[in-house]
């Protein structure tokens, strides 16, 4: 059973476009987080949610938002995608200590 | 605010030793190291709390001096297996959504 599952892998839209990505753990962890990793391989954290609320919102545009339905899903949806946004969206989930487990990635591509 | 990771990138023969540091302009609780390998997601290799521990996990080692705010990864008598980018993962507090990643080392390991 995978621990933290993110949908898609592959993600290639337009410019413009509304695209979302799905994440979802089944470890009981209380935390989920989004990250963007760029092609010089920094991690970013954009958001951090506990138990369903919003505890960090990094500088981000306003075009990105996450839902979290319940405890288990953090999902990104993202606006008007730009060519900057392309990247690889990292889904991960921890609890108290901060040791993170991350889902596979989504790569998004933009053209 | 995100740890500082050093040196930036290690080429190494298999069998040397490698020291990667990290850290932090504020006060840690813990700090939690990964390895990512190319394409794929990080991988959590260890955590360390406050008070100094040293923990091991194969040939790798990593020690935390809070009172420096430091972190350090040992690597010792290097496999070509270990090759990937180290991140540093830190959090300033039991809340587990404060925490942040440095910007990474890139291990290669040559034959």
């Known amino acids: 059973d995978t621990a933290v599952s993110q949908t898609p892998k592959y993600l290639v839209t337009q410019m413009g476009n509304d695209k979302s990505i799905k994440c979802e753990q089944n470890?009981?962890?209380?935390?989920m987080y989004w990250y963007k990793q760029d092609s010089k391989k920094f991690l970013k954290i954009m958001f951090s949610?506990?138990?369903?609320?919003?505890?960090i919102n990094e500088t981000v545009p306003n075009r990105f938002s996450p839902k979290s339905p319940d405890k288990a899903h953090l999902n990104l949806h993202i606006n008007s995608l730009e060519l900057g946004d392309s990247a690889v969206y990292f889904c991960a989930s921890s609890q108290l200590l901060g040791t993170a487990f991350f889902g596979q990635g989504t790569r998004l591509t933009v053209v | 605010q995100q740890p500082v990771q050093s040196p930036q990138a290690v080429i190494l023969r298999e069998g040397e030793d490698a020291v990667i540091n990290c850290s932090s302009s504020?006060?840690?609780?813990?700090v939690h190291w990964y390895r990512q390998k190319h394409g794929e997601a990080p991988v959590f290799l260890m955590i360390?709390?406050?008070?100094?521990e040293q923990k091991g996990h194969e040939k790798i080692s990593a020690s935390f001096n809070e009172k420096k705010q430091q972190s350090s990864l040992y690597l010792t008598a290097s496999q070509l297996s270990y090759s990937g980018t180290y991140f540093c993962g830190t959090a300033g507090g039991t809340n587990a959504g404060k925490s942040t990643f440095g910007d990474g080392t890139t291990l290669t390991v040559k034959p």
């Open positions: 504020k006060a840690l609780y813990s």
């Open positions: 949610y506990n138990n369903k609320e919003l505890i």
């Open positions: 360390l709390l406050k008070g100094g």
């Open positions: 470890l009981g962890h209380d935390t």
